[in-house]
Every structure is written in C-alpha cells, then in structure tokens.
C-alpha cells in the first residue's frame, strides 16, 4: 500500500492518502519514486514545525516591538516613525520602541536591524537612501547585504524635496547660483554622505555649474541646524522636515521636486520650471524586518502599517506634515519597488562615476 502525508489546517493535522503513486512506505519510512528515504519521524517534524511557526504568527506580537530609525530626531524618517508608532502599538496590542540609531550614512540601524532575530520584535523604518544607495555605495564596507538580508514590509510616503538656501543668501536661484559662481569652494551644502540629496546636490551643483563642498551630517534635522545657522548655504532637504522654516521665513526655499508645486508652498516652482529638469527626487520611506521573518508576520505588520498610514490621511496629519501617502499593496509588491530602485541608482551611480572613499 502506498502513502502520501499532507499536512491540513495550516499544519494542525496530517492526513494519509492512500493510493498516490509517488510515495511508498518501508519499514517505518516514505521512500519517493527517485528512492529517498523520507523517515516518518521527519514528515511529523516538519507538521510540528509549521504548527509552531502558525502558531507563533498568530501569537505576534507578545512583547514590545523595537523600531530602529537610521538618522537622528527631526529627520522626515523620525517624523513619520513617530507618527504611525502609537496607531501601531495600539492596534498590534505591544509597545513599539522608538530607537534612533544615526550614524554611518544610515548603515549602523540597517545592519543591526538585519542580524536581529527574524521574529518581528526588530523593524526598521528606513528610506530612499539606507535602502537603495547605499547597498550600491557602501557595498565593500557594509556587514551585511540590505537587499538580501532585509524583508520589506510596506512603502509609507513619498516626500518631495526643497532646493534650500540659508537667511543670509541672495533671495533669488538664479542670484543664488551667479553668488555661488563667484565664491568657487567656499560655499557649503549639507547632506548625510551617499544619501539622494548628497547625489542630487552633485547633479543640481554639476548643472549649475558652480562648486560647493559637502558637509556630512546626520538626517536632515542636523541639515537644518546648519542652514539656519548660515553653516550650509544651498542644499536639497525633504519638505516635512522645512515646511515649517519655509513658512515662517527664516529660511529661502529655491525650488521644490515633483511635477506640480505645493499648496504649502504655493510660490515655489518645480526644479522644472525653476530650469532644472529631472535633478531631484522624492523620498520615499518604508518599513522593513529581518529576512526570513515568517510571512505572517510580514502580513500582520503590512496590514497595521498600512491602517496606520490610512489614520493618519484621514485625519489630515499627512497633508499638514506634507508627507504624501504611497502604500504597498503587499510585502511582495515593496520588496519590487526597492529592487527597482536599487537599479535606477545603480545606474545613476555609475553614470555619474559617484564614490565613496
């Protein structure tokens, strides 16, 4: 008599089939048609094992949930990790921990979040830079490989960027590039090293063609530290984190990414119309866990991000914030966009010769 074992109910029960021709049974054991021994205690291991990972899943989260974010406080990617945090421990039952751990361009919160545990109690909230730049950039220095080694959970924003100058530069792009023409090297721009808006800014600046020097610094609530303190002078900055300067006029605001100008900012134009043309993008921000994180996880944290983010348009908190929702329809469907990113910079990276020494 032949045996076929399959496991039903998601794993809660085996059932024995008789009568299918790939499977035979000897003396204790399942031998497939190629001849391998499959040992009856092996097919209740493996019953037992997809058991405890549904049961696991449906038990998630038991305890606080650490969420790591790559740069320090004030950043777009802090703003929007603190702002889904508590419609996400409220719905997911657990705490979840906000952790800023800046430092490297972003790499030290990618590589601890990638050797944690795959049990979901590890998340990173990480951006267009920590997760398709740098994997590119920083490949010979990372420990870790960010496309492999990390899970995407879900897309949350899309953000578009200020072209920003300090108070003290002239009030105009165009005065602003004949000032900066005139002082070759002695004019500044911040930016975290490898991030989009380091890269933009070598775009913007070759185009321009003026010569500023780069200043390494944190996120971008360090990079407007230094514009309001006159120590930067032109950079590109996300608008949630300058919205609020920009309207109270402390600092100038050039230009804006996206195809259409903002209705907070209505008097700023596209870098289009301000006539640069495809130099600028938007950053986009997401969640992701440890690879090998059990898909009902995923799925359970995909699903509360997304409620989440829903809240929080609902309430109007994105569009004040401007912080444009863009939402993945499924794990999958972010770990795509991610992987297609990673090859539009790869071969931004490699047009423009861009290293990191």
């Not at 399959?6 to 190629?34: D, E, F, Q, T, Y």
């Not at 920590?130 to 950039?137: A, E, G, K, R």
């Not at 530290?225 to 032109?234: G, Q, V």
């Not at 134009?269 to 866990?289: C, K, L, Q, R, Y």
């Amino acid at each position: 008599m032949s045996v076929e074992y399959r496991v039903l109910n998601g794993g809660n029960r085996l059932r024995s089939i008789h009568g299918a021709p790939s499977c035979r049974r000897r003396g204790g054991a399942l031998r497939r048609g190629g001849g391998r021994r499959i040992t009856t205690h092996a097919v209740i291991a493996l019953a037992l094992a997809l058991i405890g990972a549904t049961a696991s899943a449906q038990q998630y989260p038991s305890r606080p949930i650490r969420m790591l974010i790559p740069f320090a406080p004030g950043g777009a990617t802090d703003i929007i990790a603190r702002m889904i945090e508590p419609r996400m421990s409220r719905a997911l039952g657990q705490q979840i921990v906000v952790d800023n751990r800046a430092g490297a361009a972003g790499n030290i919160a990618v590589e601890l979040t990638a050797q944690a545990q795959p049990d979901g109690y590890t998340l990173l909230v990480g951006n267009i830079s920590t997760n398709s730049i740098n994997p590119i950039l920083f490949a010979g220095r990372m420990k870790v490989n960010a496309v492999k080694d990390l899970a995407g959970v879900t897309k949350l924003v899309a953000i578009p960027n200020f072209l920003l100058g300090s108070p003290k530069m002239p009030a105009t792009l165009k005065e602003a590039i004949e000032y900066a023409k005139g002082r070759p090297g002695e004019l500044n721009y911040g930016a975290p090293l490898g991030s989009y808006s380091h890269l933009d800014m070598l775009a913007f600046t070759a185009k321009a063609g003026i010569k500023m020097v780069h200043i390494p610094t944190k996120g971008a609530g360090e990079t407007l530290t230094n514009l309001l303190r006159n120590d930067s002078n032109i950079q590109i900055s996300n608008v949630a984190s300058n919205i609020g300067p920009v309207r109270a006029g402390q600092i100038r605001a050039y230009a804006v990414t996206g195809t259409k100008r903002i209705a907070e900012a209505p008097s700023v134009p596209t870098m289009a119309e301000a006539g640069f043309p495809g130099i600028g993008s938007d950053n986009w921000n997401g969640v992701f866990a440890p690879a090998r994180t059990p898909k009902a996880v995923l799925a359970k944290l995909h699903t509360t991000a997304v409620a989440a983010m829903k809240e929080l348009e609902a309430e109007g908190v994105l569009e004040k914030r401007q912080t444009p929702i863009s939402l993945s329809s499924s794990p999958a469907e972010f770990d795509a966009y991610v992987l297609s990113e990673l090859k539009r910079w790869d071969r931004i990276i490699k047009e423009n010769n861009v290293k990191i020494d």
